[in-house]
């Protein structure tokens, strides 16, 4: 049961502009909701947070939107660089601390 | 300040053998968790320490799968009798144990079975 969802393979984005990636998740039980940037065989690395009692959070060129009623998130990039080239994966955390992973979406940044 | 080590990096092995990977988390953090990635898909939690108690093992772990924390510090995770199906990158993660943490990944351990 895929209780998080990318429904976005892949985003392509030219330099400077905003690269807008989506997540839907199931659970209302999730309390807690993560971005993760990937490079190829490396581990994730933690971008940015948001708690299900706010509705944005911001973090230099990275934002992160939570809309509770739709169960939808979205990372905002402004604006985008090369380096931002990666996979991104949304998590979501419940009680029982483990995270639950969607399949990622692989960002690739035009120059 | 290091953040979280594992090895070995990468791991070939012939189906049957037993294979064992080691984390070292975050100094301080408190829970230690584990998780196996598949090509083209998410991290997917197998279980987690709190100090060296394991609070939590997914259906996933299969009985031929044993994780240790002695001491609370670094774990351990052994696979015996490894089958093709275990062919992944296996990452171990940590966090500081209070609220709603984040977890920081380890550069994970790419495991090859022939």
């Known amino acids: 049961d895929q209780q998080v969802k990318q429904n976005s393979p892949s985003l392509s984005v030219q330099e400077g502009r905003i690269s807008i990636l989506n997540c839907d998740y199931t659970?209302?039980?999730?309390?807690?909701f993560l971005w993760y940037k990937k490079y190829p065989a490396e581990g994730p690395t933690f971008l940015i947070s948001i708690s299900s009692i706010k509705d944005k959070n911001e973090d230099g060129r990275f934002t992160v939107f939570l809309n509770k009623s739709a169960k939808h998130l979205s990372l905002h990039i402004v604006p985008s660089q090369p380096g931002d080239s990666a996979v991104y994966f949304c998590?979501?955390?419940?009680?029982?601390?483990?995270?639950?992973f969607g399949a990622g979406t692989t960002v690739t940044v035009r120059a | 300040d290091t953040g979280v080590s594992q090895d070995p990096r990468h791991k070939i092995t012939k189906r049957g053998q037993n294979v064992t990977f080691r984390c070292d988390p975050i100094?301080?953090?408190?829970?230690l968790y584990w998780y196996r990635q598949t090509l083209g898909q998410g991290p997917e939690f197998l279980t987690y320490?709190?100090?060296?108690?394991?609070?939590?093992k997914s259906r996933l772990l299969s009985d031929r799968f044993s994780a240790e924390r002695p001491k609370g510090s670094f774990s351990t995770l052994e696979i015996q009798r490894t089958e093709q199906g275990d062919s992944a990158m296996y990452l171990c993660?940590?966090?500081?144990?209070?609220?709603?943490?984040?977890?920081?990944f380890g550069p994970g351990t790419r495991l090859l079975v022939l």
């Open positions: 100094s301080e953090h408190n829970r």
């Open positions: 993660a940590s966090s500081v144990g209070t609220g709603q943490e984040t977890q920081y």
């Open positions: 998590a979501a955390r419940s009680n029982d601390y483990k995270l639950s």
């Open positions: 320490f709190q100090n060296e108690a394991q609070l939590e």
């Open positions: 659970n209302s039980m999730f309390d807690y």
